[in-house]
């Protein structure tokens, strides 16, 4: 069983930054491909930021230059830098675990496993 707990969100005005974390609990972390998706009210869960099965990173057009995932394998954390954030992204962000069918890193379908989430709150 896979558990996933994200860290790091909170409230920044526009122009600032925060550092997601999601430490990943269960057993050969290093075979996931793991990603990050956001949701905010009303909208559809969208995928942000992912590793595919290759270890290649993919990035929404929104917030590519500006969000940086990365993945520590010896601590068993994923990253999620982000830069420059803007109003629209607010949401709550969610990491994902997947090993399963792979659809693509930015495809929910690809994932077995979520996290709870963390908010991100951006003020203009």
């Known amino acids: 069983q896979v558990q996933l707990v994200e860290s790091g969100g909170g409230s920044v005005q526009a122009g600032g930054s925060l550092r997601l974390s999601c430490a990943f609990f269960g057993y050969s972390y290093y075979t996931y491909y793991m990603g990050w998706f956001r949701q905010a009210p009303g909208k559809e869960r969208e995928g942000v930021a992912g590793?595919?099965?290759?270890?290649?990173?993919s990035y929404a057009d929104s917030v590519k230059g500006r969000f940086t995932i990365s993945r520590d394998n010896a601590k068993n954390t994923l990253y999620l830098q982000m830069d420059n954030l803007k109003p629209e992204d607010t949401a709550m962000y969610y990491c994902?675990?997947?090993?399963?069918?792979?659809?693509?890193?930015?495809?929910?379908?690809?994932?077995?496993?979520w996290g709870q989430g963390t908010q991100v709150t951006v003020s203009s």
């Open positions: 590793f595919d099965v290759s270890g290649r990173r």
């Open positions: 994902a675990a997947g090993a399963g069918v792979y659809y693509g890193a930015l495809i929910a379908k690809s994932y077995n496993y």
